[in-house]
């Protein structure tokens, strides 16, 4: 595994920040499925505070969940247009730098959709955290990475096969098990004033060794024919 | 090493995808400073020979010596590749894509994309996008991002598919100019009497293999 150089890395997330605001193809899509997943929910249930703090975990973890997997979609969609993925394989850039670049890139993706939809979740489930507010960021920043880290590698993975939108979820959904359970359950925890120590050191560990994996086996995929 | 010694030696390449084999053990050497006419009808093995020596396709069997290097990665910022889709980004300009292709090589010169842009004919202050070219303006801007790093080797592919007479002709005349300079110029393409005058070799392949090897292109023409 060779260390991505910043300098790379920085000008490939710039280029995507660059052309997903000009486009704003993963934005958009990840803004409508949310906001469709909080409307209906909230006039499919007519939870007390208690029980949205039961099931707000849940609810908002699956629907950043679903958004995140079209976010990773568009992310190398735009790589095989014109076949500028061929461009960057030439070139001595490495691919660590490419890998790095686009999980970052999608992490501002997916952070600004938590950003905007966070407050509208708030007002349709009428939430209110009774544990402190810094651990619900610290879970939503360590969530969001566990998503576009293997995200991102798996969407490389299924860029090559025909059917790449229903590959990715069947690839991503089973391996970020352990991830998703730690992120709703310490969410809810958190929501319900209890302790989520445990769950939180699982998503720490889960992140560490995923990022590992994807930055050692990332090479491989990019070069797979 | 001098021009004319060996720059590329491919020793029986083979390339085969599941069953079907491309490439059928290519041997051949290719002389520095020199433009060699890859000819052939369609699924002769052109382009596949082509991305094989830029290191995106992986050899089934065979060696490739690419300026005396066995592995790509060791000589690919001396190589320049330009394919049969752009290999650029629609939504930026043609400068904006090629200050990011610099980046890359680690090229911190601004001017040179700028240069590029204009060697080949076009305007580097042009603000449109990429995907608002026309098909011959997207040709040349991706001959630019192929010259971006200064190879010594170029690799393109079909570089005067759907380009005007008139453009194309500037282009070969570039490319003339470019090997004239030491650089050694593969070109794959159906449009051979464009290069008649300025290719050193034409490479006729067929089956996946190096039918004949000639610096006369209408003796290939009267022997196919």
Request: with cysteine; aromatic share 10%; charged share 15%.
């Amino acid at each position: 595994m060779s260390a991505a150089p910043p300098g790379i890395t920085r000008a490939t997330l710039l280029k995507d920040l660059r052309l997903e605001w000009r486009s704003k193809d993963a934005i958009n899509s990840m803004l409508f499925f949310s906001l469709l997943v909080v409307v209906v929910f909230s006039f499919s249930f007519d939870p007390s505070a208690e029980e949205s703090r039961q099931i707000a975990g849940g609810l908002i973890w699956v629907a950043f969940l679903f958004a995140t997997v079209v976010a990773l979609n568009q992310t190398w969609a735009r790589e095989l247009r014109n076949q500028v993925l061929d461009a960057y394989r030439v070139s001595p850039a490495l691919p660590n730098s490419l890998f790095v670049a686009k999980a970052l890139g999608n992490f501002v993706f997916v952070s600004m959709l938590e950003a905007l939809m966070t407050p509208l979740f708030i007002a349709f489930y009428r939430l209110r955290s009774l544990g402190p507010t810094w651990q619900l960021v610290l879970v939503a920043v360590l969530g969001t990475w566990a998503l576009v880290v293997n995200g991102t590698f798996f969407a490389a993975m299924s860029i090559r096969t025909r059917s790449r939108e229903i590959m990715l979820p069947l690839l991503l959904f089973p391996i970020s098990i352990p991830a998703i359970l730690s992120m709703v359950q310490s969410t809810t925890s958190i929501l319900n004033g209890e302790g989520a120590r445990f769950w939180i050191v699982l998503l720490v560990s889960y992140d560490l060794v995923f990022t590992t994996s994807c930055l050692l086996l990332f090479e491989t995929v990019l070069n797979a024919e | 090493m001098t021009d004319n010694a060996a720059v590329i030696t491919v020793t029986n390449l083979i390339k085969q995808f599941g069953r079907f084999a491309a490439l059928r053990g290519v041997t051949a050497e290719f002389a520095g400073g020199k433009l060699y006419a890859i000819l052939g009808d369609n699924g002769a093995g052109k382009t596949t020979l082509l991305r094989t020596l830029a290191g995106l396709n992986h050899a089934s069997g065979g060696q490739i010596k690419i300026l005396g290097a066995t592995k790509f990665h060791d000589i690919c910022d001396q190589v320049g590749y330009m394919a049969h889709p752009s290999l650029l980004y629609d939504e930026m300009s043609g400068m904006e894509n090629l200050a990011y292709f610099a980046q890359l090589y680690g090229i911190t010169d601004g001017s040179r994309s700028a240069e590029v842009i204009r060697a080949v004919g076009l305007d580097p202050t042009l603000a449109r996008p990429v995907g608002q070219y026309s098909q011959g303006m997207r040709q040349r801007m991706s001959l630019a991002r192929a010259l971006l790093n200064d190879p010594k080797i170029l690799l393109l592919d079909e570089p005067f598919s759907n380009v005007d007479l008139h453009s194309a002709s500037d282009m070969v005349h570039l490319l003339a100019g470019l090997r004239d300079q030491g650089k050694t110029i593969f070109v794959v393409t159906h449009q051979a009497s464009l290069l008649e005058n300025a290719a050193d070799e034409f490479v006729w392949m067929e089956f996946g293999k190096i039918a004949a090897r000639t610096r006369d292109l209408k003796r290939l023409e009267s022997a196919q």
